[in-house]
């Protein structure tokens, strides 16, 4: 049985909020991030749990797989509450937001738990999400309390 992997591609911010939704709930960990300069490019490993599976049926096992995030065309990437020295501290994915500038470039943020963001500046959207690597079984699936003040 040949497993495919999952692969997006987002153009536009509407599919943004696609990739956001199957990156809920992901996690990484400060070492994973990269902002490649020179080439305009931002790179981040996440492990993503795969709610695409839980949908299809109740007694799938929950699952997760290494994916990784790109932008491209860049311009400047800038963070929020985030020690880049503790290159091992765990980061909760929670989701992209984005919005059309008035110089017509796109300012993408990458929220976290904690209040932790990246604010990716870009010329265009130009994002892609792909999973590599095989899935593993996780015991824990992520649970959202909506009601917690």
């Not at 949908?55 to 932008?71: A, C, H, P």
């Not at 943020?109 to 999400?129: Q, T």
Request: net charge positive; hydrophobic share 40%; proline share 1%.
């Amino acid at each position: 049985m040949v497993k495919m992997n999952l692969r997006l591609n987002a153009n536009s911010e509407e599919d943004l909020k696609v990739i956001s939704a199957h990156l809920q709930d992901s996690i990484t960990q400060v070492k994973n991030i990269a902002n490649l300069k020179k080439n305009r490019i931002f790179l981040i490993q996440l492990s993503r749990f795969m709610w695409e599976d839980v949908e299809k049926g109740v007694f799938r096992k929950n699952k997760r797989v290494q994916s990784v995030l790109k932008f491209e065309n860049v311009i400047n990437v800038y963070s929020k509450n985030i020690n880049q020295k503790n290159k091992d501290r765990f980061l909760d994915f929670l989701a992209i937001e984005s919005k059309l500038l008035s110089d017509k470039s796109y300012e993408i943020k990458l929220n976290f738990a904690g209040d932790i963001l990246i604010k990716i500046n870009s010329e265009v959207i130009d994002c892609f999400l792909e999973d590599i690597g095989e899935p593993w079984e996780t015991k824990n699936k992520p649970r959202h309390s909506f009601f917690n003040d």
